[in-house]
């Protein structure tokens, strides 16, 4: 098949999107992790629980036996949920994502790029697949935006997980990142520049063609130009549209917990913020903690507290 390049007239010729490609994998998550261990189960359950069907899991520790420890359950090959590679290498996450694309990207059909510290957030019991399958065959790539939680004063991550006791938001999209839920295939179809900062996982406008990709929002809208504006006009005014902004979150958001307790802020700095960490400085957190945390937003930890409710179900005597 023929598409147009963004002049109108370049032509490149791209496969189809009915190839008879046969994926191990329809929907899978490609992660980094740096001092997880405490979060990873949960963050693993969760999006096994909204229908993705595998984990290319990248541990960033100095030692990886923690989080190996873990995963284990996921790993064994009677779940076969999550592969595990060790990175030994500080901050590197483009590299980590580069082996994805070069040992494993043809094992799986769609894939999203995701960090330990966000859940993708769709509809209340709907899956990945039901998400999809709105769009169009021609669709390449869907952006999602954050939407950033706050620490909701907790000193330290209590126990109980991420999802039922963090609920403090700001309330809508403010921040102009996305994260790319992707065909796999067009990683290969239009290889990664040497280009930087080249950042895939939050945008593909550094990939060699991207002009031949397909890029929308969750809402089906085109997001071809949205990073392209030196002073970010394009995205904020994107953003500032309020029913369009609140449609965003209703249909498909990503729940950002950058602040997991005011002990994660110490963390993030001991961790290492080398790499393409490097921006995460003290001050970079400090400056949104009053409005991430000026809204109530329970929708995932509602959501959370029903699934796991269902334990209940297993009682032999009734309540």
Known sequence: MLRRGLDGKTLCLIKSRNDNIMNKFSFSIVACARWEDEFIVEWINYHQFIGFDHIYLYCNDDDPSGLYEKVLPFIHPSNNFVTFHHFMFQGQQLEMYKHFINNHVEETKWIIFLDIDEFLRLPKFEKIFDFVNRFSDDVDSIYIHWLLFGDNGYDVPPSGGVLRNFTRTEGRISNMMTKTLSRARIFKDYSVTTRYPNHIWHYLNSLRGYEFINVVDVLGSSMRYYYFSDDDAVAKNYLSNYDYNKKLVQTCCINHYIRRS??????????????????????????????????????????????????????????
């Not at 995460?280 to 959501?303: C, P, R, V």
Request: glycine letters at 6%; proline letters at 2%; charged letters at 25%.
């Open 262 to 319: 005011k002990r994660n802020l110490r963390d993030r700095q001991l961790r290492g913020t080398l790499g393409d960490f490097k921006n995460q400085t003290t001050t970079t957190y400090n400056l949104g903690e009053e409005m991430w945390n000026s809204h109530e937003d329970s929708f995932l930890a509602e959501l959370w507290a029903e699934y796991i409710k269902q334990s209940y179900n297993t009682s032999i005597v009734p309540m």
